[in-house]
């Protein structure tokens, strides 16, 4: 049997844990970020409603992606046959105006 490329299967799971890299990427910035606010910004309102607003924002999109992925299937795959499939049908592909 010969080997094509369009029979190559991907895990979702694999996307999830770029995700997670992302995310671990993301959490390192926002801490130096935040570091850096309270190390060298002016102590007042101001600042505080930063941070607080930093903070708050980071944790509302993280808790809403992190819920919003929960309905996912881990153990469903991508085959590659069917997103190329997929690309050959886009209007642009057909070759008709």
Not at 3 to 24: A, K
Not at 30 to 54: D, K, Q, S, T
Not at 66 to 90: M, P
């Amino acid at each position: 049997m010969p080997f094509s490329i369009s029979d190559i299967n991907i895990p979702v799971s694999i996307f999830f844990g770029l995700y997670g890299i992302f995310l671990f990427g993301y959490i390192i910035y926002g801490f130096f970020n935040l570091l850096h606010l309270l190390e060298y910004g002016r102590v007042g309102a101001p600042l505080f409603a930063i941070v607080i607003g930093f903070v708050g924002g980071t944790i509302l999109l993280v808790a809403a992606t992190i819920l919003w992925l929960f309905h996912y299937d881990l153990t469903y795959t991508v085959t590659l046959a069917e997103t190329i499939g997929l690309f050959k049908q886009t209007f642009l592909h057909s070759g008709s105006f």
